[in-house]
C-alpha cells in the first residue's frame, strides 16, 4: 500500500469515528438537559417541602396546631363547630365536602378535603376517620374507613 492511500484509509477511518461520536454526543447532551432540569425539579419540590415544614413547624410552636397521630389510632380533637379555630368553619359540615370525598382516595386527600378528623380509630391496616358534634339540635356524625390508608367506605353525616 502506498502512503498515499494509506493516509486516504487513515483520513476516512479518522472521518467515520469522528461521525459515529456526534450522535453519541448529541445523545449525552440531550441527556445532561433532562438530568439539569430534573435536578431543578427536585430542587423546587425540595425548597417548597422545607417552606412548608418551616410554617408547620412554627404554627405548632404557637399552639395553632396539634400534631396528629393516626397511625397510633389516637387523632386530635379538632375544634368545636362553636369554636372553629384559625382555619375557619369546619369543612365536613358541608355536605359538597362529602361528595367529593371517593372511593380509592389516599387518606391524605380525605383529610384535605374534610378537615382534620375528630376522632381516628386504627387496627393493623384499616383506620376509621370520625367526623361529629353535638350542635344545632342533635348529634351529626360521619366516618371514612380507610383500608392502607385509601378510602373504601364512606358515610356521609346525617342530624339525628
Not at 459515529?20 to 438537559?33: C, F
Not at 417541602?49 to 405548632?60: K, P
Amino acid at each position: 500500500m502506498t502512503s498515499n492511500a494509506f493516509r486516504n484509509v487513515l483520513a476516512a477511518t479518522v472521518c467515520a469515528l469522528a461521525m459515529s461520536a456526534l450522535p453519541a454526543r448529541a445523545d449525552d447532551s440531550a441527556r445532561i438537559s433532562n438530568l439539569e432540569s430534573e435536578i431543578q425539579r427536585l430542587r423546587t419540590q425540595v425548597a417548597e417541602q422545607n417552606r412548608r415544614i418551616q410554617r408547620l413547624e412554627a404554627q405548632l410552636e404557637q399552639g395553632t396546631v396539634t400534631a396528629p397521630d393516626y397511625k397510633s389510632g389516637r387523632g386530635t380533637e379538632s375544634a368545636t363547630p362553636e369554636d372553629p379555630g384559625p382555619e375557619g368553619p369546619l369543612p365536613w359540615r358541608s355536605p359538597e365536602a362529602w361528595q367529593r370525598v371517593a372511593i380509592g382516595m389516599s387518606q391524605d386527600e380525605a383529610i384535605a378535603i374534610l378537615g382534620e378528623p375528630t376522632a381516628v380509630e386504627a387496627v393493623d391496616n384499616y383506620m376509621t376517620l370520625f367526623y361529629s358534634d353535638g350542635a344545632a339540635g342533635g348529634e351529626i356524625s360521619g366516618h371514612v374507613n380507610l383500608k392502607d390508608d385509601l378510602v373504601v367506605a364512606i358515610k356521609k353525616p346525617a342530624s339525628r
